[in-house]
T-cell receptor, first 107, second 114 residues
Framework: GIQVEQSPPDLILQEGANSTLRCNFSDSVNNLQWFHQNPWGQLINLFYIPSGTKQNGRLSATTVATERYSLLYISSSQTTDSGVYFCAVELGNDMRFGAGTRLTVKP | DAGVIQSPRHEVTEMGQEVTLRCKPISGHDYLFWYRQTMMRGLELLIYFNNNVPIDDSGMPEDRFSAKMPNASFSTLKIQPSEPRDSAVYFC????????????FGPGTRLTVL
């Protein structure tokens, strides 16, 4: 099946710093999503981005489908950005999640 | 809208018992998803429904798992009989429109099977 790899596995930032999270996938995909799971376990959909670039406030995402990767950018990080960021790819009816990047933003 | 509602929030049961998890999607959403999250396997999509009809259940681990959606406002995930390896957090999510577009997640049910 399709493989999804996220990097880095862990990231520690000082509040105000910028960061880039990466998601590589092993095959062409129909769709890709980014999710955030906060420290209390709540999952939130951030972006639905099979290709191109989207922005939502301090967050933006870019997917280059032909090169099989997606990037999530977090600018001016805040402590509330802490948690785990997952990417998930869809191929047909198969949806696979990466193992996530655990982000800790320190005040 | 109250968002996606799941019940119970926590369930502790003994091996061999039947477990039923419940989900109420956001009103008007026509897709419903069940996910499982464990330390070992991470997040997995178990099954999803469109207009109450199961579309893909290839992620359901075994015949012990079954899911139903009798109407647009209610779905259940049942495990019978339960085993310790079923211990996980089970999330329900719903969306409007295309299958994986802007899913809204419930708070999850933490299941512990002793």
């Amino acid at each position: 099946g399709i493989q999804v790899e996220q990097s880095p596995p862990d990231l520690i930032l000082q509040e105000g710093a910028n960061s880039t999270l990466r998601c590589n996938f092993s095959d062409s995909v129909n769709n890709l999503q980014w999710f955030h799971q906060n420290p209390w376990g709540q999952l939130i959909n951030l972006f639905y981005i099979p290709s191109g670039t989207k922005q939502n406030g301090r967050l933006s995402a870019t997917t280059v489908a032909t090169e099989r990767y997606s990037l999530l950018y977090i600018s001016s990080s805040q402590t509330t950005d802490s948690g785990v960021y997952f990417c998930a790819v869809e191929l047909g009816n198969d949806m696979r999640f990466g193992a996530g990047t655990r982000l800790t933003v320190k005040p | 809208d109250a968002g996606v509602i799941q019940s119970p929030r926590h369930e502790v049961t003994e091996m061999g018992q039947e477990v039923t998890l419940r989900c109420k999607p956001i009103s008007g959403h026509d897709y419903l998803f069940w996910y499982r999250q464990t330390m070992m396997r991470g997040l997995e999509l178990l099954i999803y429904f469109n207009n109450n009809v199961p579309i893909d259940d290839s992620g359901m681990p075994e015949d012990r798992f079954s899911a139903k959606m009798p109407n647009a406002s209610f779905s259940t995930l049942k495990i019978q009989p339960s085993e310790p390896r079923d211990s996980a957090v089970y999330f329900c999510a719903s969306s409007s429109g295309y299958s994986y577009n802007e899913q809204f997640f419930g708070p999850g049910t933490r299941l512990t099977v002793l």
